[in-house]
């Protein structure tokens, strides 16, 4: 908080202080919510509870919870807060508890699977728990468990399980989702999904990652931003696209090192700075290739540091150190310019759109830029090395945060088990139930004791965390027997926390479930059926003989595989050979010689060529303004390029002056009209200063019209709207008053802008009185020439009356004339 930061943690912390200290916002909350409902209260950390015991204690509170969902340990979540939840909440201790035991969602052999799983949870959990059971009717739904050799078996037996329950017919496809402990290395399964054609869609930042163009992109990124990138810089020079060979990655690192050793004129530094160099950085930071990359795209031809690369080598080396260089100059632009350069200039998009074997095509490429948009929406001035910092943050938060997507019928969703809490599938996998992944053992057995941890007691769940007694121990031996049983503690509690997360996994199926493992991934020792499966297997839920002893064989198989991988990797990988030939057939192609297209490919220039021509043609819209009759007969040309190319106009202050003036008269013949909106100047309406100027003009204009000719008389209609039928149009007429004076019809037009300048001016104008004329004596069923007409110009207190306006004929022939 003092680097002017606070995290989430901290603002429900600073939350709780406001209401500890404001005794009216607990109470505006109160008043507000009488009733509240704590749904998942398991996960619900220490502080969190007091926040909303401090808010809702007292009375009118239900928190409903399952014990042996609790999946958010690691964040100080407890089980055991279920347990407290009457005390902490003010209430009697024990606030009265309602057992939801029947399962709505699982069918009897998932069910059976889900209570044996967690039999021991139940047998010391802090608050009773029921078995759970079947619901009235339930079917018995399918319990499936395959176990490979491998890896590549055991995806392909998910992928086929998958693919046989999403083919069957009749009715709707059914939902279905894998859920994994983490998406790392997900690919496997996916390349399995893809590789039948079945739909998948890996949920959350965690999968868009792993997308291979993503990945390169990241790459990119990373190199661009940090010095120490070499990983990624290596993952761009030995891919499909640069190529470069083992000797010449090699003489890089070399180069790297012999760098590292020198000053910025490349000579040697002393020995004793080189020995502080050493001991003051970290094993990777010292030698960076990106730096040695940036030396050799600089550095002279014949440089004898660059003796030991090939030729063909540093022609493309230098190739790429050119790209990176002319990309981190750009590093200041936009983010959202800045990755769609990184991505045309590295050709990713021409590779996705290219490669028809990319798993998911351009979406990979979108979603990631999707990705930065949102960073950008919530950090408007993060660069590039913040956004980088944020990637890492949100892939490892998002694999842990409830999902919010829809299930999609047909389409496996790809997600961690954290992900799916909540949810529900007819059909779900579940794989990796291998000894050392489901359950995995704790990373540490030390608790708090480990690097980086705070000590238990100063968090909040420290009751609910294992204890190490080292205040108690007066001898050696006793704390030794003490830190034992603490390092068994904490090995139980990550072991129970596991166990939940299964739960969490297994109850998830509606219909069907599928639980997997293999003996050989990327280890060296096989990794056999985990605890989980071999308790299901004991409880007879798993046929004897299903999940094999020992692997068939004693060293990873997989082993072969990953020695064979050609590298560097064939640009066109599989592709190659079409790809090439389909280059040769288009160099070799003559252009002029005729194919079976020819004549629709004429047909389809001809066509677009007519479409061009015409496009000069506008078609007129069918109402036209009254005011804009005059455009249409002096300057039919550019009235037809305004509608071609609609330009906004610029608002001016005129108009809406006018738009006033008008309602204000309107409103003073006590015809309606917008009273309200004149009434509220200036301050109620959304008018900026400029308005007060406004204000004062419009009160200079009303004092005109209050000393004009019709101040006092009584208008026969005002602000009239007449929609008038002419030739093949309709003119619209908006009429601003009429009078009957001396037993003639008197049309007025009130003008707030200037008055015309000429007689050609005042000619043009007068077609929109001549309209008005005539639209007003078909609506009122009198002959044209019984009504006069006029202009007011209000700020000039100008009235012009045309000696003669024109006939219905007269504009008929012009009319006709201009278009
Ligand atoms: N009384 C009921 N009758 C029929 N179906 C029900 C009933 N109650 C719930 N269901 C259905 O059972 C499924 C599970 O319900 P719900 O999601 O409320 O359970 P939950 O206890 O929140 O589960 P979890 O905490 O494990 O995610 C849903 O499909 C729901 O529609």
Aim: charged share 25%; hydrophobic share 45%; net charge negative.
């Amino acid at each position: 908080m003092r680097r002017g930061l606070i995290e989430f943690s901290d603002q429900i912390a600073l939350a709780l202080e406001i209401c500890r200290r404001v005794p009216g916002v607990t109470d505006a909350y109160k008043s507000r919510f009488r009733v509240v409902l704590l749904d998942e209260y398991q996960d619900t950390s220490v502080v969190q509870t007091r926040l909303l015991a401090q808010l809702f204690g007292g009375g009118g509170v239900m928190a409903v919870g399952d014990p042996h969902q609790s999946i958010y340990g690691w964040r100080g979540a407890s089980a055991s807060n279920l347990a407290r939840f009457g005390r902490d909440f003010g209430g009697a201790d024990g606030a009265p508890t309602f057992a939801l035991s029947t399962s709505w969602r699982n069918p009897g052999r998932v069910l059976d699977a889900a209570n044996t799983l967690v039999a021991p949870l139940s047998a010391a959990s802090p608050i009773p728990v029921e078995r759970l059971e079947r619901r009235p009717g339930s079917g018995d739904g399918e319990l499936a468990v395959v176990f490979g050799e491998t890896v590549l078996e055991e995806a392909a037996a998910v992928a086929d399980w998958f693919g046989e329950r999403l083919r069957r017919r009749g009715g709707a496809p059914p939902t279905a989702a894998m859920l994994c402990r983490s998406l790392k290395k997900v690919a496997v399964f996916t390349r399995a999904l893809a590789d039948r054609g079945i739909p998948f869609r890996v949920l959350g930042v965690g999968g868009l990652l792993e997308d291979p163009a993503v990945v390169d992109l990241v790459a990119t990124l990373r190199v661009l931003h940090d010095p120490t990138a070499g990983p990624y810089l290596l993952r761009l020079l030995t891919g499909a696209r640069w190529r470069i060979g083992v000797r010449d990655v090699k003489a890089l690192r070399e180069l790297a090192s012999w760098l590292s050793a020198r000053d910025a004129g490349q000579q040697q530094l002393a020995e004793e700075v080189r020995d502080l160099l050493r001991a003051s950085t970290v094993a990777d930071e010292g030698a960076s290739i990106i730096d040695a990359l940036d030396f050799l795209t600089t550095a002279p031809e014949g440089h004898g540091a660059l003796r030991d690369f090939s030729e063909e080598g540093v022609r493309r080396l230098r190739a790429l150190g050119r790209e990176l260089a002319a990309l981190r100059s750009r590093v200041g632009l936009d983010l959202l310019d800045l990755v769609a350069l990184v991505q045309q200039e590295m050709l990713l998009d021409v590779e996705v759109a290219a490669n028809e074997s990319a798993p998911i095509g351009r979406a990979g490429l979108d979603g990631f830029t999707e990705l930065v948009a949102d960073f950008v929406a919530g950090d408007a001035s993060g660069g590039l090395g913040s956004f980088l910092s944020w990637l890492e943050l949100a892939e490892e938060r998002e694999n842990l945060s409830p999902r919010t997507e829809e299930a999609e019928p047909g389409t496996v969703q790809v997600l961690t088990i954290h992900g799916a809490k909540g949810l529900e599938w007819d059909a779900v996998a579940v794989p990796r139930m291998v000894d050392g992944e489901l359950p995995a053992p704790p990373r540490s057995k030390q608790g708090w004791l480990a690097f980086g941890e705070l000590p238990y007691e100063f968090r909040g769940d420290s009751a609910d965390l294992p204890h190490l007694p080292w205040r108690s121990a007066d001898t050696g031996k006793q704390f030794d027997e003490g830190y034992t049983s603490y390092c068994g503690a904490v090995t139980d509690a990550f072991a129970a926390e596991q166990r939940r997360l299964a739960y969490v996994a297994v109850t998830r199926a509606k219909d069907a479930l599928l639980l997997s493992g293999s003996f050989w991934w990327n280890q060296r020792k096989p990794r056999g059926p985990g605890l989980f499966l071999r308790e299901l297997e004991a409880a007879g839920l798993i046929e004897a003989g299903t999940l094999p002893e020992a692997p068939i064989s004693e060293e990873n198989p997989l082993d072969d595989l990953v020695a064979h991988v050609p590298w560097p990797s064939a640009p066109l990988g599989t592709r190659e050979e079409r790809v090439l030939a389909a280059a040769a057939a288009v160099g070799d192609a003559n252009p002029a010689s005729p194919t079976p297209w020819s004549e629709h490919i004429d047909l389809l220039v001809e066509e677009r060529a007519r479409r061009l021509r015409e496009a000069e043609l506008v078609e007129l819209p069918v109402r036209i303004s009254a005011s804009a009759f005059k455009d249409y007969i002096t300057d039919a040309a550019r009235v037809a390029s305004g509608l071609r190319r609609p330009m906004p106009q610029r608002p001016f202050r005129q108009t809406r002056l006018g738009t006033l003036f008008h309602s204000w008269v309107e409103q003073r013949y006590g015809m309606g009209g917008l009273d309200e909106l004149v009434d509220a100047l200036p301050a109620d309406r959304d008018l900026d200063l400029d308005d007060l100027v406004e204000s004062e003009e419009l009160e200079v204009l009303q004092r005109t019209f209050e000393q004009s000719e019709w101040a006092d008389l009584r208008p026969d209609a005002v602000e009239l709207e007449i929609h008038l039928p002419f030739e093949d149009r309709i003119v619209v007429c908006k009429i601003d008053a009429v009078f009957e004076r001396d037993g003639r019809f008197e049309i007025v037009d009130w003008k707030t802008g200037k008055a015309p300048k000429d007689a050609d001016d005042l000619a043009q104008k007068q077609y929109q009185l001549a309209l008005y004329r005539l639209a007003f004596a078909a609506w009122r069923g009198v002959a044209p020439e019984s009504i006069d007409a006029a202009f007011y110009f209000v700020q000039e207190d100008r009235v012009i009356r045309p000696e003669r306006l024109y006939s219905e004929s007269e504009l008929r022939e012009r009319w006709s004339k201009a278009t």
